[in-house]
């Protein structure tokens, strides 16, 4: 079965730094990736998705993440953070034509 | 365009009450539907998801129950309510699991 690890449920950094969350993934067959953010209280909302075309996956909001299949990895970045960034993120991989696995989720904070 | 309403946006209900969430999508047909729950420090639960009209399949047991009536209807229930059912509860739709899911804004459940 399909899977994915976000490493750090908590990740703080300064306005202005670099924003870079992992995630590593299993998959038997070759994997179509997402990342989604969650804002307080709100829906979960897409930001990118890996469908086994360009390797570096650009997003919303200046988000990109890099599929790597030699390292299993998706991880998330944005070269310089906003204090709107502050949000949840969660990783997930496709299982199956009909299902999503997510991640834990890993909290962003922003400091001024 | 693709939509997808949910309500109500929170909730609070005594123990041993009833429970009825709704969630409808619109501009598509024959969507996958699902409910899921986030419980505090506890990530994205799947509880329930459907393929088409009367298919339900219950990821986990619980206190809950899910219908589709239409094809864009899906619905949550529960014919008492536990302290434990409290929590955010999100629909989605997708039409291919490779391509992600949309997510409705969720309904915040208290349950006191």
């Known amino acids: 079965a399909q899977s994915v690890t976000q490493l750090g449920s908590h990740v703080s950094v300064s306005e202005g730094a670099l924003v870079l969350l992992r995630c590593n993934y299993s998959?038997?067959?070759?994997?179509?990736l997402f990342w989604y953010v969650q804002y307080p209280n709100q829906g979960l909302q897409l930001l990118l998705k890996?469908?086994?075309?360009?390797?570096l996956v650009k997003g919303i909001n200046g988000f990109e993440a890099e599929f790597k299949k030699s390292e299993t990895s998706f991880h998330l970045t944005k070269p310089s953070a906003h204090m709107s960034d502050a949000a949840e993120y969660f990783c997930?991989?496709?299982?199956?034509?009909?299902?999503?696995?997510f991640g834990a989720g890993t909290t962003v904070t922003v400091r001024a | 365009s693709q939509t997808i309403h949910q309500w109500p946006a929170t909730l609070v209900q005594p123990v041993g009450s009833p429970l009825s969430l709704e969630c409808t999508v619109e501009?598509?047909?024959?969507?996958?539907l699902y409910w899921y729950r986030q419980a505090a420090g506890r990530g994205l639960q799947l509880l329930f998801y459907?393929?088409?009209?009367?298919?339900i399949s219950s990821e986990v047991p619980q206190n809950l129950s899910a219908s589709r009536p239409q094809d864009r209807q899906f619905i949550l229930s529960s014919k008492k309510l536990l302290l434990s059912d409290s929590g955010f509860y999100l629909c989605?739709?997708?039409?291919?699991?490779?391509?992600?899911?949309?997510f409705g804004s969720g309904t915040r459940l208290t349950v006191v």
């Open positions: 890996y469908t086994s075309a360009a390797t």
């Open positions: 459907s393929v088409g009209i009367g298919q």
């Open positions: 501009g598509t047909s024959n969507p996958n």
């Open positions: 998959s038997s067959v070759p994997p179509y």
């Open positions: 997930a991989v496709s299982e199956s034509d009909y299902k999503l696995s």
């Open positions: 989605a739709w997708s039409v291919n699991g490779l391509y992600g899911y949309t």
